[in-house]
């Protein structure tokens, strides 16, 4: 199965991402609605993709990137393939898919990931970095980071 990676370009699409969001982290992870969406998803700075599933032509994954063009660094988060649609490496072709994007623009990547998701992050070439283990909403995340292929 094939994966299209494109940047959210409508707000039809910006609300596929949404809802893609809120089934994940929401309903499945039983995260806070109200905290899933923050100033970030509406900055100017930030690009929200989405993943497209082009046999069954639906979309099932999602992620965003906050740039910072001045350091020259991406944030990757609310990287997120809903339920059905795992074990089909389509978060690998998603996080492929927006590193490909930005790559020209940063040197370098990070984000925050839940800790039982390292090792998915991992096989993407990301790092764990020396940071301690922090708790959003409860969850432990650690910080991982990786340098830009250009």
């Not at 409508?10 to 949404?18: G, I, L, M, N, S």
């Not at 989405?50 to 350091?71: F, S």
Request: charged share 30%; proline share 3%; aromatic share 8%.
């Amino acid at each position: 199965m094939t994966l299209l990676v494109t940047s959210v370009a409508t707000p039809a699409e910006f609300q596929q991402a949404k809802d893609i969001r809120l089934r994940v982290f929401h309903e499945e992870q039983g995260f806070d609605p109200v905290l899933e969406f923050d100033e970030h998803d509406n900055e100017p700075s930030t690009i929200h993709f989405l993943g497209k599933d082009i046999e069954q032509d639906k979309y099932v994954a999602v992620g965003r990137v906050l740039m910072d063009e001045t350091t020259r660094s991406a944030k990757i988060g609310r990287v997120a393939v809903l339920q059905e649609c795992r074990g089909k490496s389509y978060g690998v072709a998603l996080m492929e898919g927006m590193e490909r994007h930005i790559r020209d623009r940063v040197d370098s990547l990070k984000l925050s990931a839940q800790l039982d998701k390292k090792g998915f992050y991992e096989k993407c070439g990301y790092q764990r970095t020396p940071d301690e283990i922090h708790l959003d909403e409860g969850v432990p995340h650690c910080w991982m980071a990786k340098a830009a292929k250009a």
